[in-house]
């Protein structure tokens, strides 16, 4: 819980003070006293009668009453040091800085316990423990170096790493990114990332709070609490761009579907972002790219212009942008031509527009003003401008100055030489202004903005199904896979289309079944997990003869339980499906079906609930989509029919919530109808 003693305390006590700034307790000190801390403020070491020229007292029973204590020792004495400032000292924040608890084993996880305890009843916050601290506007508690100005137009940053932090700092300022407040919330015993996240939205300020907020997370302890106040901060005007660590790694979930085989947890992660409108990063590289993108004016089209004096740059650049989904249009034309005829003979103007690397600080400025206001079909320019040493680029780095503040297109800076024109880059930032060093970093990060959507609505409509069918079937089923009759009953209670299909174990019964059976039919083993992998489908059975024989093969298959008869469906094959992540809605994935689920990888992730609104872009972000349109003269798939699956399975694991595994591999698609071939349902208790 963050209070007011946390962000602005009118006393401080670092217990653990020392006159050695190389210890964490020294250097805190230091810190708080360089940053002009206005309130009370005491040191508890008792072996020192003055700490950096502050009153020490040798225990924590001697100091007055105190807001925040932040404490720099042993994690054995800390249960006992909280106790005491919670009871004795009326203090209602706690930033621990010491390690040694939950991350260190059992022992330590329950001192941790102890300490949270302790704090909530106190109606107190708990930063840490394991952490660098915290910097507000009013204070300067962490330990380490660098500590950024306060700039209340700066970034917050959020983060479950304190050394991360940090990094995430010193390249930041290196490149001009600015700070407000930082939390580094390490163990996140008592207070998370999820937590400040909600304070922040619950007391926001559009006039003065911080706009930008960029978080690390290792773990998302509330996937709900994070959706929820992420999407209500950037309704309300704020920015949002996260890395979270350690996504990739499917830990002890067994796989078993072609689902399970596919999804992960990054892929969940990404589609909460994404849901939510946070901006996802895989690097601090990236995460600092689009904290400065967000400092810049925004980029409302796909449209960019490239302008440079160095063509390899301009190349990296143009496929990064095109790989991302954004464009670098041809420029043509007679302003194209008039704009030619003011630069040096050899300037290419078709975009990018290469002024070659004798070109003027006057020549950028008319190239600037030409994509400004001549060519209506550009919506951004990024210039990448070096030097090769032989020159001073001052007075183009002042033209660009000038051009980023009047013009109302974004401008990206990529200011490459940070030898070279270290000087002239550090004038540059001095204005006020952040540049990206790497064009293909700015070209991955400007496209992961563009391509983030906008928060969705938490009012989701979807299709009206059969519930209380599907509680039925939930409710007498075992846990594990359900049966094929179980399988198409839920099917049709959430109103998706499938094939008729006949099941028998018994080669007569299944045989007079087939009476009005139309030929060709496929035929399946029923049992084994992987028909395909088990040699147990047979294609263009064309007779009941060959289907007799057939039968005999399938069921001498290890594991086999019966067999299945499908008629033979042509059209497009096509896949969705459901993994459960703990803590998080069901995901629900589209894409291609059949083997290409797992080949090609093409797969598109959304959390449920799924509007109408998601599902399309779902279909459409596909690699594959122009399959589903139809190409090359073959007929497509029914897109509405597909979407609308899309939503019934989504509908259907927020009636079945005990639905972990779900897998409808192939749906057989035309432009007239899309079919369940072959589903697979997994439920845990």
Do not use: W
């Not at 002009?36 to 700490?51: S, T």
């Not at 020229?53 to 105190?66: A, C, L, N, R």
């Not at 019966?562 to 499906?577: H, K, N, T």
């Not at 609104?613 to 073959?634: C, D, F, H, T």
């Amino acid at each position: 819980m963050v209070n007011k003693q946390l962000l602005n305390p009118k006393s401080i006590t670092v217990i653990g003070a020392s006159n050695d700034s190389k210890k964490p307790g020294g250097n805190m000190l230091k810190n708080i006293l360089a940053g002009g801390f206005a309130g009370n403020l005491y040191a508890v070491n008792p072996k020192e009668e003055r700490v950096q020229g502050i009153k020490s007292f040798s225990e924590v029973m001697e100091i007055p009453q105190t807001d925040l204590a932040i404490l720099a020792i042993p994690a054995k004495y800390c249960p006992e040091t909280v106790k005491i400032l919670a009871e004795e000292k009326n203090t209602k924040a706690f930033i621990i800085i010491s390690a040694g608890f939950g991350e260190a084993g059992e022992q330590g996880k329950q001192c941790e316990q102890q300490i949270v305890s302790t704090v909530n009843s106190a109606n107190g916050c708990l930063i840490g423990p394991n952490c660098i601290g915290v910097i507000t506007e009013n204070y300067k508690g962490v330990f380490t170096a660098p500590v950024p100005p306060f700039n209340p137009k700066g970034c917050d940053l959020i983060s479950g790493s304190g050394a991360t932090a940090v990094f995430i700092m010193e390249a930041g300022m290196a490149l001009g990114v600015t700070f407000a407040n930082v939390f580094s919330v390490g163990n996140a015993a008592q207070t998370g990332v999820e937590d400040i996240l909600e304070y922040m939205d619950e007391n926001f300020n559009a006039e003065k709070d911080p706009l930008i907020k960029l978080l690390y997370l290792e773990t998302i302890s509330n996937p709900q609490k994070l959706l929820k106040h992420a999407s209500s901060l950037i309704k309300k005007g704020a920015k949002i761009a996260a890395i979270k660590a350690g996504s990739t790694a499917e830990g002890s979930r067994a796989a078993t579907s072609h689902t399970g085989a596919i999804a992960s947890s990054d892929m969940t992660v990404r589609a909460l972002f994404h849901k939510a409108g946070i901006v996802y990063c895989s690097s601090r590289e990236q995460l600092l790219s689009v904290a400065a993108i967000f400092n810049y004016k925004k980029l409302k089209g796909k449209n960019i212009a490239i302008i440079t004096h160095a063509g390899g740059s301009a190349v990296m650049l143009a496929d990064q942008l095109s790989k991302g989904g954004l464009k670098v249009p041809e420029i043509s034309g007679p302003e194209a031509e008039k704009l030619k005829s003011f630069l040096y003979p050899g300037s290419s103007i078709a975009n990018p527009i290469d002024f070659l690397a004798t070109g003027t600080a006057e020549q950028l400025g008319i190239i600037i003003d030409y994509c400004e206001h001549k060519f209506d079909s550009i919506d951004a320019m990024v210039v990448v401008f070096g030097s090769a040493g032989l020159f001073d680029v001052e007075n183009v780095y002042n033209v660009l100055s000038v051009k980023l503040e009047i013009c109302n297109k974004p401008i990206f800076p990529v200011l490459p030489s940070v030898v070279n024109a270290q000087r002239e880059i550090q004038s540059f930032l001095k204005k006020g202004h952040i540049h990206f060093p790497d064009e293909v970093v700015l070209g991955k990060a400007l496209a992961q903005v563009y391509n983030t959507p906008e928060p969705q609505s938490q009012k989701i409509s979807l299709p009206k199904i059969d519930i209380e069918s599907i509680r039925k079937i939930i409710n007498t089923a075992t846990e594990g896979y359900l049966s094929p009759k179980q399988t198409v009953d839920l099917l049709d209670a959430a109103g998706i289309p499938r094939v008729h299909e006949i099941v028998e174990n018994s080669k007569e019964k299944l045989l007079a079944a087939m009476e009005a059976t139309d030929f060709p039919v496929v035929m399946k083993v029923v049992g084994p997990l992987h028909k395909s992998d088990a040699q147990g489908v047979v294609l263009n059975i064309a007779n009941k003869g060959e289907a007799a024989e057939t039968f005999d093969l399938l069921m001498k298959i290890d594991s086999a339980t019966a067999v299945m008869v499908q008629p033979q469906l042509v059209g497009l094959e096509l896949f969705v499906g459901v993994m459960k992540e703990p803590g998080f809605n069901h995901t629900i994935l589209c894409g291609l079906g059949g083997i290409f689920i797992e080949v090609l990888n093409d797969v598109s992730a959304g959390l449920s609930p799924i509007s109408k609104n998601e599902a399309e872009n779902m279909v459409q972000s596909l690699r594959g989509y122009k399959l589903i349109q139809g190409a090359r003269g073959k007929k497509g798939a029914n897109e509405k029919i597909f979407i609308d699956i899309i939503q019934r399975l989504s509908a259907l694991v927020q009636a079945a919530t005990e639905i972990i595994e779900m897998d409808i591999n192939p749906l057989i698609g035309t432009q007239r109808a899309i079919t369940a071939v072959d589903a697979r349902v997994r439920i845990g208790r």
